[in-house]
């Protein structure tokens, strides 16, 4: 190159690097190439792999207790799993146990207690939820437990796999508390209101659909639970029992209801 | 004299509990208002909490998920408890280590934890060593310090340094002086004899009396000696300069995977200068094996973060704070494997704000008015805020999104100060009734517009607005207040009357998404003030924030952060731009990723 004419830049700065690199690999035996190609590419798919197997999470069946705070959930987890009462605080993080259905066929799931006030789920492919209602505080707290149920019925994913819901009326202990019967019907009746309400909610502030895209039920009828395409129930039960802290819980209905589950 | 004491697990099992014998409230009540105010809305930067006449102290334990929580009469103060908690969680995990490692709950509901001896031993031992430590005795004067000095040594002098002979030391200096004058410390007369002659001295500090008290603070005074010209030191300015060097690889790092191999990549190269072989070798242990956190490893990780938050517009002391709550949070956890520091920590912080952001009651405004008509009373919402933040444009764009809907809007015009508000008022009413022309709406005028012009009390306009509207059969009622400081006392005053007297269904508190630190100050003392002027001991604070101007920041969504961290209450609006329209609600999740992005 003559002085004072002007070097085009390099395209790419590693241009030497790889044409000594193609030079060496020639003059190598084909077979240390071919043993070197074959290295690189089980290591890629090991990466591969191993990012694949480390990204998905559980995917065993599992079963869901979902509920407002201070519902019950907690302690009717404890007494499925091990029929024992324990004080329990508000969770923090959710628990997970494998749980073994009564009677001959005894198959097993994950039961998974989640916190009540998140609002997020784990990504388990559910087989069931038990949506657990505290019965004796349900008139004060309607609007609150249809919102959390209209906020599941209307999630993708359940609608997508529509797992078998069952809804746990706890606290049945309590004098007050309300049947069975009585809070399906007021929460199909707010959840007729709040299909209205939702869907004129805003949008979001990036665009996204603020209410739901789903529309729970049939258009035109009074929202009833039998039109939703999951296999819905309403049980009794009793996570603390009728005698205190040492007699034994009242959830035979729950736990039969569990058992047909399977 | 501790009321309880309670082991449980995160996912809510009392494992073991410890109950004074005589004490007959249950513990559940406190423990569960700790953990929604504290742990959950992530305010567990320090580690004791008041609720009623209760104080809880509370530890977490990230490793087996634990939380240790005691709790004592708010009037005493116990000075062994800090210590108390970190025996019995060192003794606790050291017992059961076994039945603590194994995963699923499954373990914790079978055994039972029968800790009572030991904890009983403990705690007579807290006892016992702060009861040995006795009271502090007050120092006699002989030990005291004071009494080591010697009397010429007090003895003030006044800018000795320039008036003194070149090489003149102190203590020669003063000696001449206490001779002179015996030791006397009036000040009029110390001034003068020490100064050597100098008129225009004199005249100066007589006339300077009141400053004095400065000059006298002056200690003995320096040595003499020819300095040459000092290098200048800066408050601020650090140690050396190898801080400012930014050569190094600049973050950066955002939250997905592709990120994680970037992490490794600098770990490895960090490491690699620091320790060579063994570095290497202890950082690819750590990657792959189980290392627990601790606070070391994650404060340049913290750090990082904390910046990153403030640039985006979060306040300063709340990204301090929200950091800080992190730290606790993830101190001691064990991380699985090929997850690096920084990951788990930016993980952790992204959950922690989502968790902030998602409303913590039901947010559904029209669900509430159709409750309110079907008790026939008028849903009333307050707008208040500081000057120009958008409230009256967003009250139209709320009323527009409620006529939308098919509800009747009675604008209640409050704002009784600012020349043209009644009448910027009439002009959205104007525009809101021909978009729903009354002919659609069976006669009727969907908003009308409840003023009476300006200097009146807004309370008084207020209540009869309301009165008005539940004649009328107003669906709701939005009533505009006038923009006030947060540090004007009288304003405020007169908010909290108008708040407190009229009761209005929903506080909403209207703040511009461009505001700072200014937004935890304007935030406190609004709640502060409502909470002081009202009559009741369950006074109404504010429910609910608007946030305006949205479209305003690109990306940086920090005031959304500040603003819920501070109340506890959620973002009810989002305003993005000034037509009827721009009316949007917030989606927590796409403000996080915005707000964690590099």
């Known amino acids: ?262 | 004299m501790l009321d309880f004491f309670a082991i449980f697990s995160k996912g809510g099992i009392v494992l073991w509990c410890f109950h004074e014998a005589g004490v007959t409230e249950s513990f559940t009540g406190p423990v569960n208002a700790l953990i929604r105010s504290v742990i959950l809305q992530e305010r567990s930067g320090n580690n004791s909490y008041t609720h009623n006449a209760l104080t809880l102290k509370y530890k977490l334990d990230n490793e087996f998920e634990l939380v240790f929580v005691v709790g004592f009469q708010k009037i005493l103060t116990l000075t062994y408890v800090d210590k108390l908690i970190d025996d019995v969680q060192r003794h606790f995990r050291d017992r059961y280590k076994n039945e603590l490692e194994e995963k699923g709950a499954l373990k914790l509901l079978l055994n039972s934890f029968e800790f009572n001896d030991e904890f009983q031993t403990l705690l007579r031992m807290a006892e016992e060593s702060s009861r040995s430590r006795g009271p502090v005795l007050m120092k006699s004067f002989e030990k005291s310090q004071k009494s080591q000095k010697t009397v010429k040594s007090m003895i003030e002098t006044k800018g000795g340094d320039k008036s003194k002979e070149q090489g003149g030391k102190n203590k020669k200096g003063n000696k001449k002086e206490g001779e002179l004058c015996g030791g006397c410390c009036s000040f009029p007369c110390r001034l003068i004899v020490s100064v050597k002659g100098n008129y225009l001295d004199i005249l100066c500090l007589e006339v300077l009396n009141f400053s004095t008290f400065t000059l006298a603070n002056r200690k003995s005074p320096k040595p003499q000696k020819p300095k040459g010209k000092e290098k200048r030191v800066w408050d601020m300015g650090g140690s050396s300069t190898k801080e400012l060097d930014y050569s190094a690889s600049n973050g950066g790092n955002s939250l997905e995977t592709a990120s994680f191999s970037k992490d490794i990549m600098e770990d490895l190269v960090g490491v690699a200068k620091k320790g060579g072989f063994g570095g290497m070798f202890g950082m690819l242990k750590g990657l792959v094996g189980s290392k627990s956190l601790t606070q070391e490893d994650m404060e340049p990780v913290l750090e990082k973060m904390r910046d990153h938050l403030i640039a985006k517009n979060v306040a300063a002391d709340i990204a301090s704070q929200l950091c800080n709550s992190v730290g606790k949070k993830l101190e001691g956890k064990v991380m699985g494997t090929f997850t690096t520091v920084a990951s788990t920590v930016k993980q952790a912080l992204h959950d922690s704000l989502v968790q902030i952001l998602q409303p913590k009651r039901r947010v559904d405004v029209l669900r509430d008015v159709l409750e309110a008509r079907a008790q026939r009373r008028p849903y009333v919402i307050t707008f208040c805020g500081v000057n120009g933040v958008g409230k009256s444009t967003n009250l139209a764009k709320i009323s527009f999104w409620l006529i939308e809907n098919g509800f009747s809007v009675l604008i209640a015009a409050c704002d009784t100060f600012r020349a043209g508000a009644v009448e910027q008022l009439r002009t959205h009413q104007r525009r809101l009734n021909s978009l729903h022309p009354p002919e659609k709406h069976s006669g009727r005028q969907v908003v009308q517009l409840y003023e009476k012009g300006y200097g009146k009390d807004a309370a008084g306009i207020a209540m009869e607005a309301i009165a008005y509207a539940r004649n009328q059969g107003f669906d709701v009622v939005l009533v505009d207040t006038a923009g006030r400081m947060q540090d004007n006392t009288p304003l405020m005053t007169a908010l909290a009357k108008l708040i407190a007297v009229n009761m209005p269904d929903l506080v909403l508190f209207v703040g511009e998404a461009l505001v700072g630190n200014e937004a935890v100050d304007q935030l406190v003392k609004f709640n502060q003030a409502l909470a002081d002027h009202s009559m009741s001991d369950k006074p109404r604070l504010i429910d609910g924030i608007i946030l305006t101007k949205f479209d305003t920041i690109d990306d940086k969504v920090g005031a959304a952060i500040s603003m819920t961290y501070i109340t506890g209450q959620p973002i009810v609006f989002v305003g993005t731009g000034q037509t009827y329209n721009d009316l949007r609600s917030l989606n927590a999740r796409a403000v996080v990723n915005t707000l964690m992005k590099a």
């Open chain 1, 1 to 262: 190159m003559a002085q004072g004419e002007v070097v085009p830049p390099q395209p790419l700065a590693f241009q030497p690097y790889l044409e000594s690199l193609l030079a060496e690999l020639r003059a190598q035996e084909p077979a240390v190439v071919l043993g070197v190609a074959v290295a690189v590419v089980v290591v890629i798919l090991t990466i591969v792999f191993l990012h694949a197997f480390l990204g998905k999470k559980s995917t065993r069946s599992a079963v869901l207790l979902i509920g407002l705070c201070d519902s019950g959930k907690t302690l009717l987890f404890s007494r499925l799993l091990c029929g024992k009462y324990k004080r329990t605080q508000t969770s923090i993080t959710e628990s997970s146990a494998l749980y073994r259905t009564k009677g001959d066929r005894g198959t097993a799931w994950t039961l998974c207690d989640l916190p009540g006030h998140e609002s997020l789920r784990p990504q388990y492919i559910e087989k069931a939820i038990v949506f657990v209602v505290d019965s004796a505080i349900f008139q004060k707290e309607v609007r609150d437990v249809a919102e959390l149920l209209y906020s599941l019925l209307t999630d993708t994913v359940v609608v997508k796999n529509a797992p078998a819901l069952l809804v746990a009326c706890n606290k049945q202990d309590v004098t007050m508390a309300k049947s069975a019967k009585l809070i399906q019907q007021q929460l199909e009746k707010e959840l007729n209101t709040l299909r209205v309400t939702r869907s004129a909610a805003l949008s979001a502030q990036d665009g996204s659909p603020g209410g739901t895209t789903v529309h729970l039920g049939k258009k035109g009828k009074d929202f009833e639970f039998s039109q939703l395409p999951m296999r819905m129930e309403f049980v009794e039960c009793s996570a603390r029992g009728n005698k205190g802290e040492e007699g034994d819980a009242d959830i035979a209905d729950l736990e039969t209801c569990l058992a047909k589950l399977a």
